[in-house]
Each structure stands twice: as structure tokens, then as C-alpha cells.
């Protein structure tokens, strides 16, 4: 139905809030001094606007909430779990459905499974618990997005797409080697950006010249959906479910995280048709997460998630919430601040190594702009770029392909007035962007270094 009025609206009114604190610059200052300049390590209760993640901060339904009182917690055969494995099967429909706490629990359970040293893992591009879990097993992690996906500032409707020539000359060299190749759904690391069904069918028709399975890193299906549904030629008339059960059946399983587009706080899934590989998942699936009918959930999460997964297949939820992402991504490029375009799907990634050119990559850019959006106005975003992708398993370190700050939007969460704040702060920071100075990082862990790492500002006049 052509929509009359031009504001889109949120598709709900506000049932219950949560009331936000507010500290001045200079307490802000303390804090994330204090916090090693890693905002992962701030108490959350200092930042005003929290857009570090979409990963389970959305705002549950009244729905969802009434579900959860539907939650069995029967150790075994429990209903909400048939209740679970209905609605997931309605969009993904393969035959084995494996419930784990999140998303890295399945990639955890999979890679254990399939990789292993001398294994290569093709994606468009791995998130970093994803790389993290493949190259724990000792296999490599290999990132083919097409050449437009690496470059922030290149119009192109699916910027997620798999470089299919880079792909053909992978397996026609390693096909032996390589376990599964993996499409991420939409490309997070990449700017939030999705594939179209035509990359996805040359994906599957590589795989099975090749005769290797492909899966799909689902997380942020259903934007994935609204984004064909708008851009793909022939696709605007399907419903948004039609579409994922193609993109389903396109694939050999899934893994998932229910906290991005099934609307829940916690949960996710491993599913696949292959029958032996699935045994010997569940076998994992025993040893880390629970019995096969929860695998790390409760009960009641398996109702919340269920209840998620038909509200977020919906077009009046799905057209405001990527229009409320595309209004953020318009305001700041339209006041010059470098961001990546098009708008994600669940983001805003502002393009630090172009709006903090003085700062060197290994000098991380995009920590000095994230930091400086929390001193300055209470937000909290990512970097995702050298901190995050720069260290090697050999132990080396190198410059991440962007360097970006992702402002995440959580679902259901914020108004268009916290919206408009913070245009207002990206724009002021963007403003001063030539005052700031890069980080260098006091310590780290091996592994996932950003989570932990603490920084110190390098001093003025370097
Ligand atoms: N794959 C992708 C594409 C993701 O974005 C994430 C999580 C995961 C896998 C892992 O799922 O968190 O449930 O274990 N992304 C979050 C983010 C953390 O902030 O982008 P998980």
C-alpha cells in the first residue's frame, strides 16, 4: 500500500520507559579516563545514549512480554521450545534446529565442528566473534566483500555482495580445504550493508560446482529483506517472509544471534540440513550449551524470540526502523561528516580515517572519535577498524581496511528527538575533528583485544 504522509512514524506508543542519567563533560571526562578510554568499560549507566550495539537492547513488545509468561521449563520437550522451533522453521526452514545462549555459541559449536589448521573460511566479511571462533581452531578467515564494499564513500545498493570472481578463485584453488563459505546477512563489519538475492544464487552456484555448503550469518535477515524488497529489481512486490524463505533455501544452515532482528535479549540458533554434521553438533551442543530442546535458554527466552521473529518480518516495523537509520545517515552527511553510504540497515558507521586524517591508522582514529563522542554528549558507539581488526594471530599488527566509529541503533529503543541529539554532538565532535589526537594502547589481551584493551591519549603536539 503507498504510504500518503511523508513522516514515517515509530509503529508504537511507549508502555513502559526507562528514565536516563545525566552527567556533565567533565564527569564524562573522569569516567572514560578512568575507564581506560575503552568505552566497553564504562558502568552504562554514564552514557546518555547508548548506540554500542543492536545486540539485544531492543525494547520488547507487550507481546513478548505476555510470551514469556507462556515459558515451560521442562528440561526436556519443553512447548515454548516447539513453539520456538515452529517459528523459526516458518522463516529458515531446516530440518535441524539447535537453540544456544547467542550467536557465538553457535559459530563456536560449527567451527569446532568443520574447521581446524589448514581450513579456510570464506565470508563477505566475518564479524569479529566469527573470525575470532574460526581462527581458534586453527583455520583461516578470509573477508571477499566486493572492492565497492571496502570503500566508504561508493554508492552501491548491496554493498554486502560477495566478490564472486575472488570466491571462484578460492575454491577453484582450496575447494578442498575450505568447510563452508559463509555470507553475512547483513555485512555488520562492512557498514551494515546487505546482499542481493542474484550474489546469493551466484554464491550457491559456486558452492555447488564446487561441492562445498554454504551458510548464511543471519543475524540481521529481515533488514537484509526490506533492503531487497526496495532495491532489487522484480522484488518490491513480495512479502518480506517470501523473501527469507528464498534466501533460506538458498543456503545449507545458519548460524544466528536472536538479539539483533529476532527482538530478544539473549539467544540464537545453529541450524543446517546435513543430518551427520548435525549429530555431531548436537554432541557439542550437549557439552557446552544444554539439552538439545533449550541449548542455553530458558524457556521463556524461547517464547521472547519466537514472538521477535513474527514482529520483525512486519513492513510498517521494518520501513521505520531503516528510514530511522537512513534519517541519521542523511542529517550527518548533509552537515559533511564522513559516513559510510549508503545507511546500514542496524547502523551509522562515520568514517574516522577521513574525518581524523591526521591520525595515523595504528594511532586508531576511530577510538579517538568514539571517545570524544562520549566526553562531548553522552554517546556511546564502536570503533570497529585497527583496534578491533589490527592484531594478528602471527602476533603482528596492521592498519584494519576502515577505520570506522559504528553508532548502532538499538530497536525499538530511541525517539527521533534522541535522534536529533545526536546529530547534533557527531556534528559539533565533527566540527573540532581536527583537535584530536590518536591512542596508543597500554595493554591487550591475545584475542577479541578491543573488548578489554586499555588506551592513553598520545599528547598534544606529536
Ligand atoms: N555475527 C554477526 C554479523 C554479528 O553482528 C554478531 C554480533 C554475531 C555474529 C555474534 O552474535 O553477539 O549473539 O554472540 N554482533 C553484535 C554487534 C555483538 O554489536 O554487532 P552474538
Redesign the pocket.
Known amino acids: 500500500m503507498p504510504y500518503r504522509f511523508r513522516t514515517i512514524i515509530e509503529p508504537f506508543r511507549i508502555h513502559s520507559v526507562e528514565p536516563l542519567r545525566f552527567l556533565t563533560e567533565d564527569e564524562r571526562r573522569q569516567k572514560i579516563r578512568e575507564a581506560g578510554y575503552n568505552l566497553f568499560r564504562l558502568h552504562a549507566d554514564d552514557v546518555l545514549i547508548d548506540l554500542?550495539?543492536?545486540?539485544?537492547t531492543g525494547a520488547m513488545s507487550r507481546d513478548q512480554w505476555a510470551a514469556i509468561q507462556h515459558g515451560d521449563e521442562s528440561y526436556a520437550g519443553s512447548p515454548s521450545w516447539y513453539t520456538f522451533l515452529e517459528a523459526v522453521q516458518e522463516l529458515f526452514p531446516f530440518p535441524h534446529v539447535m537453540p544456544t545462549h547467542?550467536?557465538?555459541?553457535a559459530?563456536k559449536i560449527l567451527f569446532g565442528a568443520i574447521g581446524g589448521p589448514g581450513k579456510v573460511v570464506p565470508n563477505n566479511t566475518h564479524?569479529?566473534?566469527?573470525r575470532a571462533n574460526v581462527e581458534f581452531t586453527g583455520a583461516e578467515a578470509v573477508d571477499l566483500v566486493i572492492p565497492e564494499g571496502r570503500e566508504p564513500q561508493t554508492l552501491h545498493p548491496f554493498k554486502g555482495n560477495m566478490d564472486l570472481v575472488a570466491l571462484e578463485r578460492l575454491l577453484a584453488g582450496r575447494a578442498a580445504d575450505v568447510p563452508v563459505v559463509f555470507v553475512?546477512i547483513t555485512?555488520?563489519?562492512g557498514g551494515g550493508q546487505p546482499v542481493s538475492l542474484e550474489n546469493l544464487r551466484g554464491v550457491r552456484a559456486l558452492c555447488d560446482r564446487f561441492g562445498v555448503p554454504l551458510f548464511l550469518?543471519a543475524?540481521?535477515f529481515a533488514e537484509n529483506a526490506w533492503f531487497i524488497k526496495l532495491r532489487e529489481p522484480g522484488q518490491a512486490d513480495r512479502a518480506i517472509p517470501d523473501i527469507v524463505r528464498e534466501i533460506a533455501g538458498l543456503a545449507d544452515g545458519m548460524?544466528m544471534?536472536?538479539?539483533?532482528d529476532p527482538l530478544g535479549n539473549i539467544?540464537?540458533w545453529l541450524a543446517m540440513r546435513d543430518d551427520v554434521l548435525a549429530e555431531r553438533c548436537r554432541s557439542l551442543l550437549i557439552l557446552t550449551e544444554g539439552f538439545v530442546t533449550y541449548g542455553g535458554l530458558a524457556g521463556r527466552d524461547l517464547e521472547a524470540i519466537a514472538q521477535g521473529l513474527r514482529e520483525c518480518v512486519d513492513e510498517h516495523y521494518l520501513r521505520y526502523r531503516i528510514r530511522s537509520t537512513e534519517y541519521l545517515a542523511e542529517a550527518l552527511d548533509h552537515a559533511g561528516v564522513p559516513i559510510v553510504k549508503p545507511a546500514g540497515g542496524?547502523a551509522v558507521y562515520l568514517d574516522a580515517r577521513a574525518l581524523l586524517s591526521h591520525v595515523p591508522p595504528l594511532e586508531y582514529p576511530g577510538q579517538a572519535l568514539a571517545v570524544a563522542l562520549y566526553e562531548a554528549g553522552g554517546l556511546r558507539g564502536?570503533e570497529i577498524g585497527t583496534v578491533m581488526f589490527g592484531r594478528h594471530p602471527d602476533g603482528t599488527e596492521r592498519p584494519a581496511s576502515m577505520d570506522l566509529v559504528?553508532l548502532?541503533i538499538p530497536r525499538r529503543t530511541y525517539t527521533q528527538s534522541h535522534v536529533d541529539y545526536v546529530i547534533e554532538v557527531v556534528t559539533a565532535v565533527a566540527e573540532r575533528a581536527s583537535e584530536l589526537r590518536g591512542y596508543r594502547i597500554l595493554d591487550e589481551p591475545p584475542q577479541l583485544r578491543h573488548f578489554t584493551a586499555r588506551f592513553e591519549p598520545l599528547g598534544a603536539g606529536r
Open positions: 554500542l550495539t543492536d545486540s539485544g547467542q550467536g557465538r555459541a559459530e564479524f569479529d566473534t566469527t553475512t555485512n555488520n563489519s550469518d543475524c540481521r548460524t544471534s536472536a538479539k539483533k539467544g540464537g542496524h564502536v559504528r548502532a
